[in-house]
Each structure stands twice: as structure tokens, then as C-alpha cells.
């Protein structure tokens, strides 16, 4: 018999999802609640739980699971806001994250996924702050590489103004 041990950060994001196949999943709003007091509470747990974030999200982009998709990047709309002071310990990753969301040609295509794309970009550029963008090298190529792409996908591909 083999025993495995799940870290709490990766529980605590595991049980945010909903269960099925559906494309147009929530997180579950207790599960949710609790995960950002976690990493509220303290840096590393943060650390932790955006590290996790990126290899889920990549997991479910092989799988197309895009219902999981979605709740990764509501829950990460949702970190942004409710850690704003702590923007960057985490933001590296979601740009990440999003990048490959975009480029990955299971998921760019479906307008509800760009669109929590960009509700989630919305809410990290209104809370960056001037010292991020001016210190950080590998930051600002992160985020020139994902506007490049997000605006690339957005005018050639989806043709919606609205998400321009």
C-alpha cells in the first residue's frame, strides 16, 4: 500500500473545482473564502499556491479542460484582488499562466476564456505599481510578450472589440 502526501496548498486549491466536464465552471465560493485567507495570511503560502497554479493550468491546457481553465484564471482574478500588496510574489506566474492560456490553440479560440483572461489583466494592471515595471527585466518581457499576443489573438483571430 502506497501513502502519498498532498501539500495544503495544493488541497486547498484542488477543492476550489467543481467536479465534471463542463466548459463554464465556478470555483466553489467556501473553498475559495478559505484559500485566499490562506495565502493571505502569509508570502510563502503565496509562493506556494502560484507555483501550483502554473503546473495545474498547464495539466488541464494538455487535457482541455477548459471548465478547469476557467476557475484557475477566476481564482487567480481573484488572488490578484484580494493580495494586491503582494502583487510580486505572484505576478510572474499569472503572466505566465495567461500566456500559455492564449497560445494554446485549445482555448484560444473561446471568447468566455479571453474574456477572464482579460478581467484578470485588467485587475493586475490596476493594482501594478510603478516599482514592479521599472525594476524588473524579466517581468517587463513577460508582460511586453503577453500583450503582444493578447492584442495579436484579440484583432486576427477573434475580431472582438469589445475584448480590445
Given at each position: 500500500?502506497?501513502?502519498?502526501?498532498?501539500?495544503?496548498?495544493?488541497?486547498?486549491?484542488?477543492?476550489?473545482?467543481?467536479?465534471?466536464?463542463?466548459?463554464?465552471?465556478?470555483?466553489?465560493?467556501?473553498?475559495?473564502?478559505?484559500?485566499?485567507?490562506?495565502?493571505?495570511?502569509?508570502?510563502?503560502?503565496?509562493?506556494?499556491?502560484?507555483?501550483?497554479?502554473?503546473?495545474?493550468?498547464?495539466?488541464?491546457?494538455?487535457?482541455?479542460r477548459?471548465?478547469?481553465?476557467s476557475v484557475?484564471?477566476?481564482?487567480?482574478?481573484?488572488?490578484?484582488?484580494?493580495?494586491?500588496?503582494?502583487?510580486?510574489?505572484?505576478?510572474?506566474?499569472?503572466?505566465?499562466?495567461?500566456?500559455?492560456?492564449?497560445?494554446?490553440?485549445?482555448?484560444?479560440?473561446?471568447?468566455t476564456?479571453?474574456?477572464?483572461?482579460?478581467?484578470?489583466?485588467g485587475?493586475?494592471?490596476?493594482?501594478?505599481?510603478?516599482?514592479?515595471?521599472?525594476?524588473?527585466?524579466?517581468?517587463?518581457?513577460?508582460?511586453?510578450?503577453?500583450?503582444?499576443?493578447?492584442?495579436?489573438?484579440?484583432?486576427?483571430?477573434?475580431?472582438?472589440?469589445?475584448?480590445?
Amino acid at each position: 500500500m502506497r501513502l502519498s502526501f498532498t501539500p495544503k496548498h495544493q488541497k486547498l486549491v484542488n477543492q476550489c473545482y467543481p467536479t465534471g466536464r463542463t466548459p463554464d465552471k465556478k470555483p466553489k465560493s467556501s473553498e475559495t473564502s478559505y484559500l485566499l485567507y490562506y495565502v493571505n495570511s502569509r508570502r510563502t503560502k503565496l509562493e506556494k499556491v502560484s507555483t501550483y497554479l502554473m503546473k495545474k493550468s498547464a495539466a488541464d491546457l494538455n487535457h482541455r479542460r477548459i471548465g478547469n481553465v476557467s476557475v484557475t484564471l477566476e481564482l487567480m482574478n481573484k488572488i490578484v484582488v484580494h493580495c494586491k500588496e503582494n502583487l510580486n510574489v505572484f505576478v510572474k506566474d499569472f503572466l505566465q499562466i495567461m500566456t500559455k492560456v492564449l497560445s494554446n490553440n485549445n482555448v484560444n479560440n473561446d471568447v468566455t476564456v479571453v474574456e477572464k483572461v482579460e478581467e484578470t489583466f485588467g485587475s493586475i494592471c490596476h493594482y501594478l505599481d510603478g516599482a514592479l515595471c521599472s525594476g524588473d527585466a524579466e517581468f517587463i518581457h513577460l508582460y511586453q510578450v503577453f500583450v503582444n499576443l493578447y492584442f495579436q489573438l484579440v484583432t486576427d483571430r477573434l475580431h472582438n472589440d469589445d475584448l480590445l
